[in-house]
T-cell receptor, first 117, second 112 residues
Framework: GAGVSQSPSNKVTEKGKDVELRCDPI?????LYWYRQSLGQGLEFLIY????????KSGLPSDRFSAERTGGSVSTLTIQRTQQEDSAVYLC???????????????FGEGSRLTVL | GNSVTQMEGPVTLSEEAFLTINCTYT??????LFWYVQYPGEGLQLLLK?????DKGSNKGFEATYRKETTSFHLEKGSVQVSDSAVYFC????FGVGKLIFGQGTTLQVKP
């Protein structure tokens, strides 16, 4: 597709279960980002990928969170042993960042809404 | 560390009113600055940007000027419309960091 695609769009799970969230970026975009948007909060940075490597994973809240990217394309964010405080909208974005000018545009998906009961 | 602070919302205006949403930042070096907008039921999209001091970004009647001396990037529009109702996010990217740091977002409601 033309835009960033995320799945599932909605996920309801029970506390303690594992979940996987998928992001399919815009073709050709080398940078991929994961953010979290909680009710009443701003956008919290989680991790970003340049190609298949993650130079910055400083925003991952705990070791229950992990992410990978394969083939420089699709990325999966995995949350193990989910807790109620993990409930949020998880946003993925991709870009073709111009590192020399420090500018570009992040294109966001519509997000995956996670509800942990 | 780098951070962005926005005025708290919601901001409620009547149609054709003047809009200002304040944004200030803390950053090392010379960041690039952005405003993103999230319309109801849609993903975030870039509204405007500025990459150096005194630059003015503009789009769809919105403007913001990069003020290094006051570390600000306030969003303005002369005459808002109902269709401008959305959540607005200010963001920065420090050189070489490769990620955007967002503010908390400001909800704008425009009434007819």
């Amino acid at each position: 597709g033309a835009g960033v695609s995320q799945s599932p769009s909605n996920k309801v799970t029970e506390k303690g279960k594992d979940v996987e969230l998928r992001c399919d970026p815009i073709s050709g975009h080398t940078a991929l980002y994961w953010y979290r948007q909680s009710l009443g909060q701003g956008l919290e940075f989680l991790i970003y990928f340049q190609g298949n490597s993650a130079p910055d994973k400083s925003g991952l809240p705990s070791d229950r969170f992990s992410a990978e990217r394969t083939g420089g394309s699709v990325s999966t964010l995995t949350i193990q042993r989910t807790q109620q405080e993990d409930s949020a909208v998880y946003l993925c974005a991709s870009s073709s960042w111009d590192w020399r000018k420090n500018t570009g545009e992040l294109f966001f998906g519509e997000g995956s809404r996670l509800t942990v009961l | 560390g780098n951070s962005v602070t926005q005025m708290e919302g919601p901001v409620t205006l009547s149609e054709e009113a003047f809009l200002t949403i304040n944004c200030t930042y803390t950053a090392t070096g010379y960041p690039s600055l952005f405003w993103y907008v999230q319309y109801p039921g849609e993903g975030l999209q870039l509204l405007l940007k500025a990459t150096k001091a005194d630059d003015k970004g503009s789009n769809k009647g919105f403007e913001a000027t990069y003020r290094k001396e006051t570390t600000s990037f306030h969003l303005e529009k002369g005459s808002v419309q109902v269709s401008d109702s959305a959540v607005y996010f200010c963001a920065l990217s420090s050189f070489g960091v490769g990620k955007l740091i967002f503010g908390q977002g400001t909800t704008l409601q425009v009434k007819p």
